[in-house]
């Protein structure tokens, strides 16, 4: 099989850029990618972290009848899990129409 | 009505609902076979999407993996939604974006090569059927168990059921019928674990029961009785876990990569209108999944209590009826080591194997087993663990409706994720091989026979595999998520988020990934499973967890072939550009 060039759809851009991005766009762009690893941390430190790494630590405490740990490996990480997302979708609405990228 | 005829009647109503929909959102083009229209409000794609994704693994087999399992069983209950958070933060919005219909289609052009979009349909199908062949299994399990059809009938009946609704609507009858998949297996999973919680806490809510005291007067909570009686028996205790802490954060994130990287979940974000709602959609996913996650853990430590309390010195000639139903199955098996009658209910495997049964039954009226005896241990139990759903509500004698609604919703469970597994395999050959490699020049109707034809043959395929199981299929399925890790999540997270990303890093990452991780699993699980040992593992990180590494291994291999040659082109600059702004997202591109 021949592997040639296909075609690219065109971007819907500005046409006269060369590759790079205008400063708008990448100040936007650098925003989001802040606002990633906030999240994305968050997102390690209560699965990996509080359910896994940390769990024999936080078993010492305990929330109702549930080890501390044992709640984040099994409950609490679902929860902030769903929390990141919506946390996510919001604050990216504002980013956006901040930079008036939005959509 | 007793309670078979609610099992037919129930099942029988849910399959009319699912032909009933088939029929009203019938695909007219490509376009809506592949990606619904691309209209779908995002709370509707949300719900699809968990329906989509909670398989039969999920609503058979997750909480009496977590009963058995005990902490260790939350490697699934993490990996099985973190990887959400990745998808809605890392992925989603980004693909929509780009706005083409298949997850080739993204590869293929973001590296600007008919191989790069060819290797990531083999890696497709490769984690697509490992995975689908476990749904077929759980069809038959149902049916077997509950409709008394042999497990061959039960197959085809969902191979029909499914044939109707993926190959008349594709993705739009698709889309609406596991809304409704969703509904039936939510409702069937949420109303026995509710009375099961009320029994053993009396506290309804079972997120909250499992954190209450057990209802038995003795004010001990549920997870530390469950401690007690479990180190009483010679179990270890349920809040501690077996597996190494390595292992439970590789296993971990394994699940939460993989399920970023599963086609047919990804897929289904093309679906909506615009990149904002693929986060916002991902975010109702996981509402709808956490529902169901949350309660999980929750059935699992009820189920162990209700077993042993049921079984463990009980007579088996007094052995409750769902106990010998199962045993009929094949899936209980009871051997009276010491004769005295009683069932022994302790750690450690009643005989080596799954039981075979030798066909005549022993003096109490059991079905005697040709397994040779575990002496070592005083267990006489074996339980398959993927009853304890299924097998739940009879355990702690709920109505016959509460049955018949478990029946239907483990069908609804298995048969939404095989639609949607169909659905990606047969677009990947239509559209990826057929329209943008091989026949460019085939019409939009011959696309669409070729869709509805190759999703024809893969239904054929995946019933083949669920009537004639390879010894391999079940344990197999769990490792579609090393695959996803380590071949597909690479090349699409560094697609969008590293320009200098090129066509040959992501090849050679992505085959070097999918080979390191496929010859680790094939090792272990077939060439030499009496190897697969913890102090055989590399780095002690088990064939479920290897997919890590085969990730590390394809980024770093990506990474340094990157640098090694020429940079991709200015369109594909640019292409990334526009992708990572939400503006101007419309319709998805036709061609």
Redesign the interface.
Known sequence: MTDQDISIPEPKGDPESDGEADANEQAYWSENIRLLWTLMAVWFVVSFGAGILFRDFLDQFSLGGYPLGFWFAQQGSIYVFVLLIFYYTWKMKRIERKYDLDD | MDTQTLIYLFVGLSFSLYIGIAIWTRAGSTKEFYIAGGGVHPVVNGMATAADWMSAASFISMAGI?AFAG?D??VY??GW??G???L???LAPYLRKFG?FTVPDFI??RY????AR?VAVICLIFISFTYIAGQMRGVGIVFSRFLDVPITLGVIIGMGIVFFYAVLGGMKGVTYTQVAQYCVLIFAYMVPAFFISFLVTGNPIP??G????VNDGSGL????KLDLVLQDMGFGAY?DGSKS?ID??CI??AL?VGTAGLPHVIVRFFTVP???DA??S??WA??FI?LL??TA?AIGAFARINFIETVDQTEYAEAPGWFKNWEANDLIAWTDKNGDGKMEYRSGDAFAGSPEFTGETGKNGERLIANAVNTESENEVYVDKDIMVLANPEIANLPGWVIALVAAGGLAAALSTAAGLLLVISSSISHDLLK??FRPQITEKGELMAARIAATAAIVVAGYLGIYPPGWVAQVVAFAFGLAAASLFPAIFMGIFWKSMNKEGAIAGMVSGLVFTFSYIAYFKLIAPEANVAANWLFGISPEGIGVAGMIINFAIAIGVSKMTASP???????I??I??????GDA?SH
Do not use: C, H, N, W
């Open positions: 977590i902490y069983g939350s209950l993490m939604t973190g959400y958070v990745v809605a933060l890392l083409q293929g052009t600007y090569s008919k191989a060819v997120q909250l499992l954190g209450s005291t909570y549920v997870l530390q809040t802490m439970v954060f971990t994130a939460m615009k990149a904002s986060r916002k991902a975010g996981l509402i956490a996650y949350t853990p943008q490699t082109p200015v369109e594909v600059l640019k292409m550009d526009s990572r702004v939400p503006r101007g997202a591109v």
